[in-house]
Nanobody, 125 residues
Framework: QVQLVESGGGLVRAGGSLRLSCAAS????????MGWFRQAPAKEREFVAA????????YYGDSVKGRFTISRDNAKSTVYLHMNSLKTEDSAVYYC??????????????????WGQGTQVTVSS
């Protein structure tokens, strides 16, 4: 199991940027694919981005492509989500997740077995 703690959320104006971090503990972090999901009130959890265990492959949801970047530092057991050109519709609780399934499953929350507690991102107009 991997334990995950997100940080970096907050209030930002539309057009601004934020960087989320997810610190992991557990020996299996370096072999885990990592994902970011978000959930707004009364909406389903939405896939944002994922990165393979090595960092060589990244995947993005259509709504964030070109604006968000996922990266990881295995030496620091940390995964990041760089968010640029933020929009009000990006407001949500952002969750970090770890999983061991293949890339075909990355967009599904069920592919990830470990989750953080979430960090709130609010984008004002």
């Amino acid at each position: 199991q991997v334990q995950l703690v997100e940080s970096g959320g907050g209030l930002v104006r539309a057009g601004g940027s934020l960087r989320l971090s997810c610190a992991a503990s557990g020996r299996t972090f370096t072999s885990a694919a990592m994902g970011w999901f978000r959930q707004a009130p009364a909406k389903e959890r939405e896939f944002v981005a994922a990165i393979s265990w090595s960092g060589s492959s990244t995947y993005y949801g259509d709504s964030v492509k070109g604006r968000f970047t996922i990266s990881r530092d295995n030496a620091k057991s940390t995964v990041y989500l760089h968010m640029n050109s933020l929009k009000t519709e990006d407001s949500a609780v952002y969750y970090c997740a770890a999983g061991y399934r293949g890339s075909a499953y990355y967009t599904r929350p069920s592919a990830f077995g470990s989750w953080g507690q979430g960090t709130q991102v609010t984008v004002s107009s």
